[in-house]
């Protein structure tokens, strides 16, 4: 028997399906690929007009408690914001300031009422979890917190920090005497040269390392003891959940442009969607696609309905593993079905395939998930 | 729902206590594969059992023999079979295509006539749509219906007919004219017996080296005329709708399961007990992976079912989830068996009848049964075909 019992939850709101169909109007009118290219070559790497708009919706504080001033829709909600945002490749600092709350929202009041009310009017957060050696695990932070008086000294190296540039608080991740903590630093407090910009695979991102130290922080802006842990988990939970989500809508894109392709080129004087050897695989595309939106929005549904910790660990890991191998599938073979357009620049395929492999590396890729799941399953 | 719950109980307490003894032969796997007259009458047997308690055709309407009760509780009498590995029940192809077809489109003498029979186990029903020459394009169809008087008198082959042996009816697509204006418009359906001179049934041995399947021939067969489903020349249209219930995309089956299922916690269980290196096969890493993907693709199928019943969720692409069911499902079991087999070690190589097999061979017929649903009722190929061409609007071969 399996010690984690698989259900079959599936729960829609009215709230949620309108939240779906306002974020899918809004990026498909906000973020078509001649403005995704566009933003890949600017120095931000988003669009604030977009930006503040999606704040003004609400979007930025959807997990918010509402005392914070969030609506307090909680993560499902924020499912539908993911997925069709991945879906036209929009980059906003909107994920790493989804992650930034769900560390906050295991702090101690005082720290969440510093923090939370900025973010839901606009203010932008980040997580830095990952290290140099590009370990997912999150518990094995090396930086170190030192603590003299009210105050902790940062020293350490932290990669792949998300809209670091552009971020007004960085929570950071690192031991405090051999066990996780986390601080909350402002971005100002940053010594000058702490940030470098990262070349990322996929351009749509921005990117950065952070070397700290000995950088101070109050007492109060830490997160430590089982606090620690949980703000670890929920990070983690979130970006499985939300990256899933993205991937499920690169998955619908990528899906598009070939369908488009395959029903616009001919070859041989036939429509080369007529040729079995690449519609046969475009149906695999697909069918990769329902089986990811299915596993992200049970997972949602489980987070949403309060499942055990154990019971929404396995669904979330179940939802990346299936979401990065079906997202890079469709990526890779989008190139190959545009034939020799699909090796150009100029070529929207590539977009996908680049996104696909950000969202594989990021927090866990297929192969590392499915070793914990047989842990959990086997 | 307490009230759900206590009918589950009712069910679940009522199938232990009544589900047949395990024979001393192998079972077939699914209705298809009902290959000798001990299997057919056990499984008929426990089918009039079943509908005697009232757990059969419980939504379909009193009048002609049915529970008229809300769906709600046949599905949970599927859900507690399938969970406590009851027998399926063989008459399938009655029950759950040419049943709800009856009463979704039938006139009310053929649902009187048909539809008690068909929950009864008391009238098998069969198939005939594929023909020896045209598999998986059935508009192609060359057997021949043609009015004598008020008969008709049908001449061809059918083939993969499963029940063919036993069965009292077929659902039948015949020609009924060459010359109409496409080859869609010249074809009818019938609901024919197959009791009458001039049809003949010869059992076709699988690869397995069982039978199951038959081939029907037609020599100068007489039908009577009110055997015409529908006009004439709207079998194709007919033919079309029997496939939604066949592939589940239309509900309104009788119930019941219509094959053992096997799941990949079956295989877990196997992984446990056969040994690589030394040790229990479910300790290798790879073997963990493969058995972790084949998990991940069976809870991504369910949960796709789950979704299916949130329009707002499926809105895209609604026909995707339903219309992809038979390709996902038999392709997934179908990988599924291979690698259950590969688990044996040297011993995956052993057949049924061979001492040392595990399950006495199980596993393999299994694995080589699994063709007939990959191939039946369009081959997985077809099948990406028309999700390919119906659900993305891709261009046709």
């Not at chain 2, 060459?178 to 080859?183: C, G, K, L, S």
């Given at each position: 028997m399996?010690?984690?019992?698989?259900?079959?939850?599936?729960?829609?709101?009215?709230?949620?399906?309108?939240?779906?169909?306002?974020?899918?109007?809004?990026?498909?009118?906000?973020?078509?690929?001649?403005?995704?290219?566009d933003?890949?070559?600017?120095?931000?790497?988003y669009?604030?007009?977009?930006?503040?708009?999606?704040?003004?919706?609400?979007?930025?504080?959807?997990?918010?408690?509402?005392a914070?001033?969030?609506?307090?829709?909680?993560?499902?909600?924020?499912?539908?914001?993911?997925?069709?945002?991945?879906?036209?490749?929009?980059?906003?600092?909107?994920?790493?300031?989804?992650?930034?709350?769900?560390?906050?929202?295991?702090?101690?009041?005082?720290?969440?009422?510093?923090?939370?009310?900025?973010?839901?009017?606009?203010?932008?957060?980040?997580?830095?979890?990952?290290?140099?050696?590009?370990?997912?695990d999150?518990?094995?932070?090396?930086?170190?917190?030192?603590?003299?008086?009210?105050?902790?000294?940062?020293?350490?190296t932290?990669?792949?920090?998300?809209n670091?540039?552009?971020?007004?608080?960085?929570?950071?991740?690192?031991?405090?005497?051999?066990?996780?903590?986390?601080?909350?630093?402002?971005?100002?407090?940053?010594?000058?040269?702490?940030?470098?910009?990262?070349?990322?695979?996929?351009?749509?991102?921005?990117?950065?390392?952070?070397?700290?130290?000995?950088?101070?922080?109050?007492?109060?802006?830490?997160?430590?003891?089982?606090?620690?842990?949980?703000?670890?988990?929920?990070?983690?939970?979130?970006?499985?959940?939300?990256?899933?989500?993205?991937?499920?809508?690169?998955?619908?894109?990528?899906?598009e442009?070939?369908?488009?392709?395959?029903?616009?080129?001919?070859?041989?004087?036939?429509?080369?969607?007529?040729?079995?050897?690449?519609?046969?695989?475009?149906?695999?595309?697909?069918?990769?696609?329902?089986?990811?939106?299915?596993?992200?929005?049970?997972?949602?549904?489980?987070?949403?309905?309060?499942?055990?910790?154990?019971?929404?660990?396995?669904?979330?890991?179940?939802?990346?593993?299936?979401?990065?191998?079906?997202?890079?599938?469709?990526?890779?073979?989008?190139?190959?079905?545009?034939?020799?357009?699909?090796?150009?620049?100029?070529?929207?395929?590539?977009?996908?395939?680049?996104?696909?492999?950000?969202?594989?590396?990021?927090?866990?890729?297929?192969?590392?998930?499915?070793?914990?799941?047989?842990?959990?399953?086997? | 729902?307490?009230?759900?719950?206590?009918?589950?109980?009712?069910?679940?307490?009522?199938?232990?206590?009544?589900?047949?003894?395990?024979?001393?032969?192998?079972?077939?796997?699914?209705?298809?594969?009902?290959?000798?007259?001990?299997?057919?009458?056990?499984?008929?047997?426990?089918?009039?059992k079943?509908?005697?308690?009232?757990?059969?055709?419980?939504?379909?309407?009193?009048?002609?023999?049915?529970?008229?009760?809300?769906?709600?509780?046949?599905?949970?009498?599927?859900?507690?079979?399938?969970?406590?590995k009851?027998p399926?029940?063989?008459?399938?192809?009655?029950?759950?295509?040419?049943?709800?077809l009856?009463?979704?489109?039938?006139?009310?003498?053929?649902?009187?006539?048909?539809?008690?029979?068909i929950?009864?186990?008391?009238?098998?029903?069969?198939?005939?749509?594929?023909?020896?020459?045209?598999?998986?394009?059935?508009?192609?169809?060359?057997?021949?219906?043609?009015?004598?008087?008020?008969?008709?008198?049908?001449?061809?082959?059918?083939?993969?007919?499963?029940?063919?042996?036993?069965?009292?009816?077929?659902?039948?697509?015949?020609?009924?004219?060459?010359?109409?204006?496409?080859?869609?418009?010249?074809?009818?359906?019938?609901?024919?017996?197959?009791?009458?001179?001039?049809?003949?049934?010869?059992?076709?041995?699988?690869?397995?080296?069982?039978?199951?399947?038959?081939?029907?021939?037609?020599t100068?067969?007489r039908?009577?005329?009110?055997?015409?489903?529908?006009?004439?020349?709207?079998?194709?249209?007919?033919?079309?709708?029997?496939l939604?219930?066949?592939?589940?995309?239309?509900?309104?089956?009788?119930?019941?399961?219509?094959?053992?299922?096997v799941?990949?916690?079956?295989?877990?269980?196997?992984?446990?007990?056969?040994?690589?290196?030394?040790?229990?096969?479910?300790?290798?890493p790879?073997?963990?992976?493969e058995?972790?993907?084949?998990?991940?693709e069976?809870?991504?199928?369910?949960?796709?079912?789950?979704?299916?019943?949130?329009?707002?969720?499926?809105?895209?692409?609604?026909?995707?989830?339903a219309?992809?069911?038979?390709?996902?499902g038999?392709?997934?079991?179908?990988?599924?068996?291979?690698?259950?087999?590969?688990?044996?070690?040297?011993?995956?190589?052993?057949?049924?009848g061979?001492?040392?097999?595990?399950?006495?061979?199980?596993?393999?017929?299994?694995?080589?049964?699994?063709?007939?649903?990959?191939?039946?009722?369009?081959?997985?190929?077809?099948?990406?075909?028309?999700?390919?061409?119906?659900?993305?609007?891709?261009?046709?071969?």
């Amino acid at each position: 028997m399996t010690a984690v019992k698989l259900k079959a939850t599936m729960t829609f709101s009215e709230e949620q399906s309108m939240l779906l169909d306002t974020a899918t109007e809004f990026f498909r009118s906000k973020s078509p690929t001649s403005v995704v290219r566009d933003l890949m070559l600017s120095e931000d790497g988003y669009d604030d007009a977009v930006w503040r708009e999606m704040v003004d919706l609400g979007w930025s504080g959807l997990a918010i408690p509402e005392a914070c001033g969030g609506s307090d829709l909680g993560l499902a909600a924020a499912v539908t914001i993911a997925e069709p945002m991945g879906r036209w490749l929009s980059a906003t600092p909107w994920l790493s300031t989804q992650l930034f709350v769900q560390g906050v929202l295991a702090a101690d009041d005082a720290l969440r009422s510093a923090c939370l009310p900025a973010v839901a009017e606009g203010a932008i957060g980040t997580v830095a979890l990952c290290e140099v050696d590009g370990d997912w695990d999150l518990e094995a932070a090396g930086l170190t917190l030192r603590e003299t008086g009210s105050q902790a000294a940062l020293s350490g190296t932290k990669t792949f920090v998300l809209n670091a540039d552009a971020a007004d608080f960085l929570l950071i991740s690192g031991n405090l005497e051999g066990a996780p903590a986390l601080a909350v630093l402002d971005r100002e407090s940053l010594p000058a040269g702490a940030l470098h910009r990262e070349t990322l695979i996929d351009d749509t991102r921005r990117s950065f390392e952070l070397i700290l130290d000995g950088v101070q922080v109050p007492d109060d802006r830490l997160i430590r003891g089982e606090r620690a842990l949980t703000a670890l988990s929920r990070i983690r939970n979130a970006a499985l959940l939300l990256i899933s989500a993205e991937s499920a809508g690169g998955i619908a894109g990528a899906l598009e442009v070939i369908v488009e392709y395959l029903n616009t080129r001919t070859a041989f004087g036939r429509k080369i969607g007529s040729y079995q050897g690449l519609k046969h695989p475009t149906v695999d595309i697909l069918i990769g696609l329902e089986r990811t939106r299915s596993h992200v929005y049970h997972a949602a549904s489980l987070i949403e309905a309060g499942e055990s910790e154990e019971a929404i660990d396995v669904a979330l890991r179940m939802a990346k593993a299936q979401a990065s191998e079906a997202f890079a599938f469709a990526g890779d073979r989008a190139i190959q079905f545009h034939g020799g357009f699909g090796f150009t620049w100029e070529c929207d395929a590539q977009l996908y395939l680049k996104r696909a492999l950000w969202a594989q590396y990021a927090f866990g890729d297929a192969i590392h998930h499915r070793r914990h799941l047989a842990e959990a399953l086997l | 729902m307490s009230e759900l719950d206590d009918f589950r109980a009712e069910v679940a307490a009522w199938l232990e206590a009544n589900r047949p003894p395990e024979p001393d032969f192998l079972l077939p796997e699914t209705f298809m594969e009902v290959g000798t007259d001990r299997q057919f009458e056990y499984l008929r047997d426990w089918q009039r059992k079943v509908y005697e308690a009232g757990y059969l055709g419980m939504a379909w309407p009193k009048a002609y023999g049915g529970g008229g009760q809300p769906q709600v509780m046949q599905d949970i009498v599927n859900a507690e079979m399938a969970r406590l590995k009851v027998p399926f029940v063989p008459n399938t192809i009655g029950l759950n295509w040419a049943g709800p077809l009856i009463l979704a489109i039938g006139t009310e003498a053929e649902k009187q006539k048909y539809i008690p029979g068909i929950l009864s186990a008391e009238d098998i029903w069969c198939q005939g749509f594929s023909e020896p020459d045209n598999g998986s394009d059935l508009a192609a169809a060359t057997t021949r219906a043609v009015r004598d008087g008020d008969d008709w008198i049908l001449n061809g082959s059918k083939i993969w007919t499963s029940l063919g042996t036993y069965a009292k009816y077929m659902i039948l697509l015949a020609r009924t004219n060459p010359d109409a204006e496409n080859r869609y418009a010249g074809l009818s359906y019938f609901l024919a017996p197959m009791d009458v001179p001039g049809v003949d049934v010869q059992p076709i041995r699988k690869l397995t080296g069982e039978y199951g399947f038959t081939q029907t021939f037609f020599t100068d067969a007489r039908i009577p005329g009110d055997c015409l489903m529908g006009r004439e020349g709207e079998g194709w249209q007919i033919a079309m709708q029997t496939l939604t219930f066949e592939r589940s995309v239309a509900g309104g089956q009788a119930g019941g399961l219509s094959m053992n299922a096997v799941g990949v916690q079956d295989v877990l269980e196997l992984a446990r007990r056969v040994k690589r290196d030394g040790r229990p096969a479910i300790e290798d890493p790879i073997i963990r992976d493969e058995l972790v993907k084949f998990l991940i693709e069976e809870q991504g199928d369910r949960l796709c079912g789950a979704r299916a019943r949130h329009p707002a969720l499926i809105s895209e692409r609604p026909g995707a989830i339903a219309m992809s069911g038979k390709l996902r499902g038999t392709e997934h079991k179908r990988r599924l068996l291979q690698f259950a087999i590969t688990l044996q070690g040297a011993n995956g190589a052993r057949w049924v009848g061979d001492e040392r097999a595990e399950r006495g061979g199980l596993w393999q017929r299994s694995y080589f049964n699994a063709f007939s649903a990959t191939i039946g009722g369009g081959t997985s190929q077809v099948q990406a075909n028309i999700v390919g061409e119906r659900v993305l609007g891709l261009p046709k071969d």
